[in-house]
């Protein structure tokens, strides 16, 4: 379970490097209204045990980008808004990020920033000089090169989140988006990511893109 104290101190560790100065009220307030979003009942998978990992991914990968905190603004809003039956969340997510961030005392470059980076992960193909979208976006995809009990888990909730698509229809929807990241010449863009997560994320979505290549056995 996520911790919800400690996610807030990061939302203000990350706020307070992107202002420009100006004065505003309840620093929490954002804090908490994305947590509250975060913690929607459709979410199975982007939930805040995702943000919080997302966050630790970016503590990860940090020397690779330009503007850390501003990436960590990022990943607070890359779902923010998330219904699984809608497929402009990144979008409104952005959108979001642009309404909001200003009224915390953001500067409107670094808001732009923050909502560009939003935008991204749409694709999370990052152009080769985009460092802050290179970071947000392999945290973000880190969790293909999880474990096998955790890759499981991942796929699992993600299912859950679609549990409104029939079967034969998730399976096909599930294994083009694993053919589109698998055609990509590289997942990760950071150094640390190709070295540490391409082998096995790859590993786990050809595994993954055989179980749904596979036949579903009748029922009995």
Request: proline content about 7%; some cysteine.
């Amino acid at each position: 379970m996520a911790d919800t104290d400690a996610l807030r101190d990061r939302w203000l560790r990350a706020l307070l490097p992107a202002r420009d100065g100006a004065c505003f009220p309840e620093p929490y307030r954002y804090a908490d209204a994305l947590l509250r979003r975060w913690s929607e009942p459709q979410r199975h998978y982007h939930t805040l045990t995702h943000l919080t990992a997302v966050l630790d991914h970016i503590d990860v990968l940090e020397e690779y980008a330009d503007n850390p905190d501003v990436v960590r603004l990022a990943a607070w809003f890359h779902d923010a808004v998330y219904l699984p039956d809608r497929s402009t969340n990144e979008e409104r997510s952005a959108r979001l990020a642009e309404r909001a961030l200003p009224e915390a005392g953001v500067s409107a470059e670094k808001t732009a920033e923050v909502a560009r980076l939003v935008r991204l992960t749409v694709t999370h193909d990052p152009a080769d000089d985009d460092r802050d979208g290179q970071v947000l976006c392999d945290a973000d995809l880190a969790i293909l090169a999880a474990s096998p009990s955790s890759y499981a888990a991942y796929t699992a909730a993600v299912r859950e989140e679609y549990h409104f698509v029939p079967n034969d229809a998730f399976r096909a929807g599930r294994a083009d988006v694993l053919r589109q990241l698998l055609a990509l010449p590289r997942l990760f863009r950071t150094p640390y990511g190709r070295e540490h997560w391409e082998a096995t994320a790859r590993y786990n979505m050809r595994g993954e893109l055989e179980m749904l290549s596979t036949p579903a056995a009748p029922p009995a």
